[in-house]
C-alpha cells in the first residue's frame, strides 16, 4: 500500500490527511492532523451475521490520556469505559454516516477513531468526524460519502471557523457542521439566545469550508481509494408484489385508526399478523428442513417489505393532507404544564404533549456536589448538570433494564445544553444545579419534553433564569424536488420520526436560539429548507412558552425549605489559614457549632450552606469576625485580654488585638489601669492608629466623645 497525504489550511492552521503508512491491515485507515492534535481513524467489514435484520454500524471513539501527556485516574491507571464526551462523540460521527450506505446493506462495519496526540487548543472530536469519513471513503465500504466536519464559534460577533480552546472561551455559539457537496446533514449547536437570522449566516459560513473538507478528501480517494463493493441482493419481485397487493389496504385502514399510538400500533400489528398467517403460513412438520428454511428466508425478507410499505403508506397519508393522529401539518399536540407536583423535593415540574409527557425534578446542592469532569484538557467542575432516563414502559415495553444508553447521554446533553444559557451567574446564584428527566410515557421528541420540563422544574426550585425555554421538533417529508413540495410536520409524533426524513430539534426563548440537534435520513438539507424550520421551529416555540407561563409567570421567589441555604462572602486569602485553623480545628469547630457546611476558595471566597433557618446566618456572622481586617477611624466593642502598667490590650476582632494606652482610657490622669478596666470586660474602643507593622493603637476615650456627639446631633 503506497503512502498518501493530502493537506489544506483551515481557519489558519494546516489539516492533513495521510493513508498508508498506518494501521494496514484494515480496509481503511487514515491519520488526520490539525495543529499537533491527531486522530487515527480506521474502519474494517466483515460479513453479515446470520439472522441479522438490520445494518450493525459501530462507531467508536477513544480519547487515549497518553495523548495529552497524562495518566489515567483510579487504581488501574488504564482507559476503562468511555466517558460522556466520547460518547457524544461516537454520536456526533455516527448521525451523519448512517444514512449514506444502500438500502438493505447489512455487512457490519466498524469504525474506530483514537485521539494520540491533544495540544490542548484543537478540539479532537471534529477532527474524528473528518476521519471516520476519509476511512470510509477510501476504503471499499459502499459508503455514499466523503462529509466533511467543521466546528464554528462567534467571539466578539465574529464567526470564527475551527476555534481553538481559547477562543471557545469567549464564544457564545459552539457549533458542530457535517455535510457534503449536496447539502448538509448534522448540525449540533449551543448558543446563547442566538436570534435565527444569525444562526442562519453561521451555518452558510461553515457549509463554505464543509465543502473544502470534502473536496480534500475527494482528493485522498483519487490517489488511494478502492472499489466500492456491495453485494447486497435485491428482494424477491414476486414477494413484494404480494405484499403490496394483500396488506397495501389494510395496512393504510390499521394506521388511520381512530385513538392512541397504542391502538393504531395494534392495529398495524393485527393486519401484519393476518397477513403473514393467510399468505405466508408456516410448513407443515413434515415439510421438511429444505421446505421449512425456504420459508423461514422468505418470511424473514417479507418484514424489511413490509417496513417499507408501512413508509410509503405514512409518507402518502401524510402528502395527502392528513396525519395518522389527524393533526394538521402545523398543529402541536395538546400540551400540559404542572409545576410543583412533588413533595419535598427542591422543585418539580411535568410536561405533557400529546403522548409524550417528561416528569422533571431540580436539586440544589453546593460547590461539593459539582461535576468533577477529567479527561485530556484541565480537569474542571461543572454547576450544572442534566440526567435523562428512558424506561421501557414509556413506550410499553419490557426490556433488559440497565445504565443510561448512548441516547440517554445524547438526549440529556441536547436538553442541558438547551437551558445552560439562561442560568444565573455564579456569583448571583452560588448553587450547583442538577436536573433529572425521567420519561413516563414517549412518542416523540422526549428531548424536546425535557427541555420544557426542565425550566418548570428550575422555575418552581426559585433558580432566577434570564427567561423560559421551550423546544420543538420539526420534521419534513420530501417530495421530489427537494426544497419545493416538501412538507414540513410540526411536533413530530415516533412514526413521523421513523418514517420521515427529518427531526430537526430547536429549542430557545423568544429571544432567540440555545441548542439545536438535526438528524436527516435523506441526503442533505439547503439552506433555504434549514431556514424554513427555523421560523416554524420558533413560532412554535414562542407558543409553548407562553403556555409555560400560565402554569407558572416566573421563577419563584424563593427557594425551598428543603433546600440549603448558601451565602456568600469574601476575606483576603492571608485570613484562610486563621479561618481553617491548625489541622482543620477551626472550621470543624464552627461547622460543629452552627450547623453549616463552610468552603473555602483559594481567593478567598466563602460559600456557606446549610439547611434550616439561621445556620447558615450564624455561621457567615462567625466567619466575617475572623476574616474581618481592623479599619482605622472604627469603633469596636472589643475584650480586655491582659493588662499592663502602661495600658490594656483589647481584642477587637477574633485573633486581631491593639492597645489603649492607660492615657487614652479616660479624660484626665489615670493612675492605675485596673481602676477603669479588667480583664474580660468588654469594652469601646475606636482604632485611632495602625502602624506600618500593622500594630493598632486603640481609644477608649475618642469612643466615648464619639459616641456622646452622635446623641447630642441626634437630640
Sequence with gaps: MAFHRVEMELGGRTLSIETGKWAKQADGAVFVQYGETVVMGTVTRSSPREGIDFFPLTVDYREKVTAAGKFPGGFRKREGAPNQKEILTMRNIDRPIRPLFPKGFMDEVQIQCWVFAYDGQNEPDVLAGIAASAALAISDVPFEGPVGNVRVGRVDDELVIMPTT??????????????????????????????????????EFGYEQVKQVVGLIDELVSKAGNEKVND?????????????DKLAGPLKAAKTTDGNKLERQAAVSKAIKDFIENELPEPDENAGVGVYNKWRDRRKQAKGIIHDLEEVITREIIRGGTRTDGRKMDELRTITCEVGVLPRVHGSGVFTRGETQALVTATLGTGKDEQIVDGLGEEYAEKFYLHYNFPPFSVGETKRITGPSRRDIGHGKLAERALAPVLPDVADFPYTVRLVSDILESNGSSSMASACG???????????????????????????TPGKDDVYLTDIQGEEDHFGDMDFKVTGTREGITAIQLDLKIRG????????????????????????????????????????????????????????????????????????????????????????????????????KIGAEVKLGQIYTGTVTSIKDFGAFVEVIPGQDGLCHISELEDGFVQNVQDIVKVGDEVRVKVINIDDQGRVKLSRRAAIEAEKSTESVDA
Excluded at 486569602?573 to 477551626?586: A, S, T, V, W, Y
Aim: net charge negative; hydrophobic share 40%; with cysteine.
Design 166 to 203: 481559547a477562543q471557545n472561551a469567549y464564544s457564545d455559539l459552539d457549533m458542530l457542521l457535517c455535510g457534503h457537496k449536496d447539502g448538509l446533514n448534522m448540525i449540533e449547536v449551543g448558543a446563547y439566545e442566538l436570534p435565527e437570522d444569525q444562526m442562519a449566516e453561521a451555518i
Design 232 to 244: 447486497t441482493p435485491e428482494p424477491d419481485a414476486d414477494l413484494v408484489k404480494l405484499v403490496n
Design 454 to 480: 426542565g425550566t418548570l422544574a428550575l422555575m418552581d426550585a426559585g433558580v432566577p433564569i434570564k427567561a423560559p425555554v421551550a423546544g420543538i421538533s420539526i420534521g419534513i417529508i420530501q417530495g421530489d
Design 525 to 624: 438539507l439547503n439552506l433555504e429548507q434549514i431556514k424554513k424550520t427555523f421560523e416554524l421551529a420558533r413560532k412554535n416555540r414562542v407558543e409553548i412558552i407562553e403556555m409555560i407561563e400560565k402554569a407558572l409567570p416566573s421563577h419563584r421567589e424563593s427557594i425551598s425549605q428543603y433546600a440549603p441555604r448558601i451565602l456568600t462572602t469574601k476575606i483576603h486569602p492571608d485570613k484562610i489559614g486563621k479561618l481553617i485553623g491548625p489541622g482543620g480545628k477551626m472550621i470543624r469547630a464552627l461547622e460543629e457549632k452552627t450547623g453549616a457546611k463552610i468552603e473555602i476558595e483559594e481567593d478567598g471566597t466563602i460559600y456557606i450552606s446549610a439547611v434550616g433557618a439561621g445556620k447558615a446566618e450564624r455561621a457567615l456572622e462567625e466567619v466575617e
